[in-house]
């Protein structure tokens, strides 16, 4: 599980991450996804490291949305 894990976060920044970049209105949708994406996960591996990294995304981008 843990793998699978690893790969879903990775591959959902991976995804996210470059759309944010040239479209950033879309982070009410982007969120949206990546927060399901979190919880699911997280029923399933409370303690993984990459629910650290994705909710760490998660932030930075709230971050940044409350800047613009």
Do not use: C
């Not at 209105?25 to 927060?35: F, T, Y």
């Not at 979190?38 to 303690?47: C, P, Y």
């Amino acid at each position: 599980m843990a793998d699978k894990v690893e790969d879903i976060v990775e591959r959902g920044i991976a995804y996210t991450r470059p759309l944010l970049e040239s479209a950033p209105e879309r982070w009410p949708a982007a969120r949206s996804g990546l927060q399901r994406i979190h919880d699911d996960l997280r029923r399933d591996a409370l303690n993984h490291p990459a629910l650290q990294r994705l909710k760490a995304f998660i932030v930075q981008w709230d971050e940044r949305a409350r800047r613009e």
